[in-house]
């Protein structure tokens, strides 16, 4: 595993925590139609996507005419019963939209209706990222964050195709996964580390296709972007409402560009680069985090150059030697993994402060707790699958797949660029998706689309997982008139409900229709 697995649901939930320039008013839309009222003007929307989505057979009217059955929702495993005033339903979905009478399968979806039903605005969808992260899960822990937004829309959750209750890609087993993770070296240094670095790769992929074959080449971004639209049908907003978190904004900006005409009011926080290629995103990881640990570094008075070589040097000795925690040992590479949990927001250094003296001392239970929450690994040793998904989504994004010998030739470069994160970085671009079962589906994603409604793209300067850069790019790529860029000088992987000038823009966009002038920045 490596830093961008469950590199997104982590800045808003568990142990992290997650003044404004000049504004251009713009008027409030009204009301959508009820939930589960599909209108004419809902249908007539439908039919104005680019030439992408014209190029497939219409969708059959039994799946856009359906109507959810809303019930009380169950607990998840493990965790706790969402509250009464939320409700679950499924959508169907076909497998693949090239052939969208064949094989269908069912798309979780959660909802608490808007407070004020008079000033109600429509639905507003949310994904939290990952890939992976289950927004059926996710979306009612934070309800007291999007509390204000609730009073005038729907707020809808929903767990994409292959993963959680959509038809959730599984590929190891508890015990495999704790197996591999035991003795998993992300940054070999050997021909033997290396072979069995690849080889868990492969393994990895062959038990998905075991468990998940038929659903594998079809978890693809796009494919998630056109349920949306089906479930915004099916939910009867005439315009897509949508909120979308890292991934999420891959997924936002995957939509805008295949239904522009469907686009109500986006907002992208905490942004991918939609130019980046697998080593693009990889390596902006490697900046990312590194200049996170630099600033982590100079807030406790450490020189980072100093701060940087300490930690490495930890990091050599436990590749040497891990240290024992009970039954269990801490890796180098679970070592690292603490480390970067601790990154994605300010309000958690204290926590690296405190596991990096202890693991000075030779414990390592609080680096290990940081790399278990990190992983999904609960007390009992049972993992979520969340890594599962994302697995399965990003090969099928990514067409590329880079040897061993190319992610050793970005070696110097990336531990230039990071002496702590670098080498693992560079490493899992080979890894990630070596010898993956299906091909995958381009280098980068597309975000272009012309004519839609403006778009806001928030990103934040200190963002360790998805540079601050990705949002520029993405403001670019939506094109003139449509990516909104609003800069947040701060740390952490998202803005909203940490930044209050952020929060409130955020909010003006999406309860009144107020968009920012481009270039407006919160500190």
Known sequence: MSIRVRMTVLAVTGVLVAGCTSTEGGDAKPPATAPGSPSSSATAAAATPTATAKALPPIPGPLTGQRPTWKRCPAPEGGQKPGAQWRCATVTVPVDYAKPGGATLPVALIRKEATDERGRIGSLLFNFGGPGGSGVETLPQLEDEYRKLGERYDLVGFDPRGVGRSAGVVCRTDAEQAAAEAVADLTPDSAAEEAAYLKDSADFGAGCARRSAP???????????????????????????????????????????????????????????????????????????????????????????????????????????????????????????????????????????????????????????????????????????????????????????????????????????????????????????????????????????????????????????????????????LGDGVGVLLTNKGEGHGAYGTSACVTRTVDAYLLKGTVPKYGTTCS
């Open 215 to 477: 659903l594998l080449p079809h978890t693809t971004t796009t494919a998630t972007a056109r349920d949306m639209d089906l479930i915004r049908q099916v939910l009867g907003d005439e315009k897509l409402h949508y909120f979308g978190i890292s991934y999420g904004t891959q997924l936002g900006g995957t939509y805008a560009h295949l239904f522009p005409g469907n686009v109500g009011r986006l907002v992208l926080d905490a942004v991918v680069d939609p130019t980046a290629d697998s080593v693009g995103h990889a390596r902006h990881q490697t900046v990312g985090f590194q200049r996170a640990l630099d600033n982590y570094l100079k807030s406790t008075g450490q020189d980072p150059k100093a701060g940087t070589e300490r930690i490495s040097g930890l990091l050599r000795k436990l590749d040497r030697a891990p240290l024992t925690v009970g039954e269990r040992r801490l890796t180098e590479s679970l070592a690292l993994t603490g480390i970067a949990v601790t990154l994605y927001g300010e309000a958690n250094w204290p926590l690296l402060t405190e596991a990096l003296a202890e693991a000075e001392q030779g414990r390592g239970g609080a680096l290990l707790q940081l790399a278990d929450f990190y992983n999904d690994r609960d007390e009992k040793g049972r993992y979520s699958t969340q890594s599962h998904s994302q697995r399965a989504i990003s090969c099928a994004d990514s067409s590329e797949r880079p040897t061993a010998a190319q992610a050793k030739a970005l070696l110097p470069e990336f531990r230039r660029l990071s002496p702590v994160f670098g080498a693992m970085l560079a490493w899992d671009t080979a890894g990630w998706c070596a010898d993956w079962p299906v091909k995958g589906e381009r280098a980068t994603p597309e975000a272009s689309a012309p004519g839609a409604a403006p778009v806001l793209v928030v990103g934040t300067t200190g963002d360790p997982a998805t540079p601050y850069e990705g949002a520029e790019k993405m403001a670019k790529e």
